[in-house]
């Protein structure tokens, strides 16, 4: 590790008194060097500082170099005479005149101009002063000004001017008059700690003048809406009585259900849409029509005793009752639960149950008239193939009736069993005779009278049976046949008893469409029946006072955050 070495400084009194503004006389021309000592002549006896005479110690000694400068140590270029200012003294001068920030700004451009090299303000006003220019100098600001900013500058203050002149005004604050050369008093320490204390209480007297201010808007803006909303709550304030009540849509369940119905029928899931649709309901304007045609919805918030933000005009409109009705009727659905649940308000206890009550009736009816239609058209294409059926049976009945009446004999089936019965044993007694004719035939000499008699027999037999026989072939009366009435009578027998089957069937199937109507029947299940409250509900005057608080300190906060980010933004 190496360090720079060190030089003393030696400070060597000049001749040339300082002038006033800090400047030094021009120095005498230096005289010509001495001879070197290599050149001395070697008889010449070199000077000693340790001679005969004592006061000779305190002389100057010659270093053999004479006038010539060599840098120092401390960066320096000319060794600091006795009564010369060091350069950190000489800005700190600078620093104690008071210049503004636009001077030292402007001294600044200027040594920017001229090429000096400066590490500070101070430092570039000293460097120009050293070269002989007037940093402050009119002439010299002007000429840093381009040729248009010049015009500009030039048109701006004639117009300020209006023709009468040039503008005199001092628009920046000066630390010295015009003419005036900067002071080079040093300031005190009472001086410095009197200003001090006046930049200080310039301070504390913008803060206070702020903070006033700032007061001034919070009461204005924040302060003085809540004591009005305030004094509204607990004063003017009607109060209000809110009767509230709960109910779930059922559905019917019907019997042998399986499948998704029956896994989805208990839960909410099954009546969903139809809760959301009362909820609609019950907050539409017919809901509120139907209110006030009932029970005077209107009448009852038109009252003077209510609060002018709470009451009705006379003779208001439905527009501005719906506008009400829409406060004062709050309904929610939980669709987790299934459950809606209603709040109603108004200026009286018992008024307000009515109004709950009647709400809810509304609500029944609605739900009830959700499937009217779909059970009504299901039972109405029942009922219609149940008539039919049963007026076709009554058709065939009549035809087998006249079949009847027509033939003359109840039954055609059991009269032709009969007769055929009888047919058969008069056959079979005739089988009987031939059998004995034949026996008495068979005798060589058979008895003429007994042979006569069983021929007589058999021709009656066979007259007998002929004769039933014509019957079954003939109807009685008419110009048709047995079998021909026979078969028709059995044809509409036969339809007769197909038209009992599909009359049958529409009975079974309307009887099947009315359990699917049931099915579908909903109904409301009061889980909270409205009950009048007997303290008012409404104002809630605390709660609604902190919120009208918190609600204009947000609008304030939000103001003068965007007031300020728009000053932030036309000021950059």
């Given amino acids: 590790m190496t360090t720079n070495p060190k030089a003393q400084k030696y400070r060597i009194r000049r001749d040339a008194p300082v002038l006033a503004d800090g400047k030094s006389a021009p120095k005498a021309p230096a005289p010509a060097a001495p001879p070197s000592p290599k050149a001395a002549t070697p008889n010449t006896p070199p000077k000693n500082a340790q001679t005969d005479d004592p006061a000779s110690i305190f002389e100057p000694q010659d270093d053999g170099f004479g006038d010539q400068k060599f840098p120092s140590a401390a960066g320096g270029t000319d060794v600091i005479a006795a009564g010369e200012l060091t350069l950190e003294e000489e800005i700190a001068r600078v620093r104690n005149e008071g210049l503004t920030g636009r001077q030292l700004r402007l001294a600044r451009r200027m040594a920017q101009k001229h090429g000096i090299q400066a590490t500070s303000d101070f430092e570039a006003v000293l460097l120009l002063r050293r070269r002989g220019i007037d940093p402050f100098d009119r002439s010299n600001i ?174 208001s409109s439905d527009e501005q009752a719906y506008r009400l009705y829409e406060k004062m009727v709050k309904i929610g659905y939980d669709p987790s639960e299934g459950i809606v649940k209603m709040e109603v308000v108004a200026p009286n206890p018992s008024e307000s149950q009515k109004f709950s009550e009647a709400l809810i009736s509304y609500a029944e009816q609605q739900v009830d008239q959700l499937t009217s239609r779909l059970r009504g058209d299901q039972m109405k294409g029942a009922r219609e193939s149940y008539e039919d059926a049963e007026a076709k049976v009554f058709a065939a009945q009549a035809k087998v009736q006249k079949l009847q009446e027509k033939v003359g004999i109840l039954d055609p089936v059991s009269e032709n069993s009969m007769v055929m019965a009888q047919v058969s044993s008069f056959e079979t007694e005739l089988q009987r005779k031939n059998l004995e004719l034949g026996q008495l035939l068979d005798n060589p000499r058979p008895n003429q009278a007994r042979v006569e008699g069983v021929k007589g027999d058999i021709a009656r037999l066979k007259g007998v049976i002929e004769k039933l026989r014509n019957q079954l072939t003939q109807a009685k009366g008419s110009g048709e046949s047995l079998a021909a009435v026979t078969g028709q009578l059995q044809i509409a027998q036969g339809e007769l008893q197909t038209r009992q089957m599909l009359l049958s069937a529409a009975a079974q199937q309307m009887e099947t469409a009315r359990i699917e109507a049931n099915k579908q029947v909903r109904y409301l299940e009061m889980g909270v029946r409205p009950v009048a409250p007997d303290e008012a509900t409404y104002p809630r005057s605390f709660s609604n006072t902190v919120l009208a608080f918190l609600i204009f300190s947000g609008i304030y906060l939000m103001l003068s955050l965007t007031a300020s980010i728009l000053r932030e933004q036309v000021s950059s």
């Fill in 142 to 315: 002007v000429a840093l000004i381009k040729p248009h900013e010049v015009e500009e500058a030039t048109s701006r203050a004639l117009a300020r001017t209006d023709g009468a002149g040039a503008d005199t005004r001092v628009q920046l604050p000066q630390t010295t008059q015009p003419g005036q050369l900067p002071s080079t008093d040093v300031t005190s320490s009472d001086h410095r700690a009197a200003q001090i204390f006046k930049i200080q209480s310039d301070i504390s007297k913008r803060r206070r003048r702020k903070l006033a201010l700032l007061t001034a808007r919070l009461m204005f803006f924040v302060f003085l809406p809540t004591l009005i909303a305030g004094y509204y709550y607990y004063v003017m304030a009607t109060p209000m009585y809110a009767t509230k009540s709960a109910f779930v849509i059922q559905k019917a369940e019907g019997l042998g259900q399986s499948g998704l119905g029956s896994l989805f029928s208990g839960t909410q899931l099954a009546t969903n849409q139809d809760s959301v649709t009362v909820q609609s309901y019950l907050q539409s304007r017919d809901a509120m029509q139907r209110l006030d045609k009932d029970l005077g919805f209107k009448t009852v918030f038109e009252n003077p005793s209510i609060d002018p933000l709470q009451r009705l005009p006379k003779g």
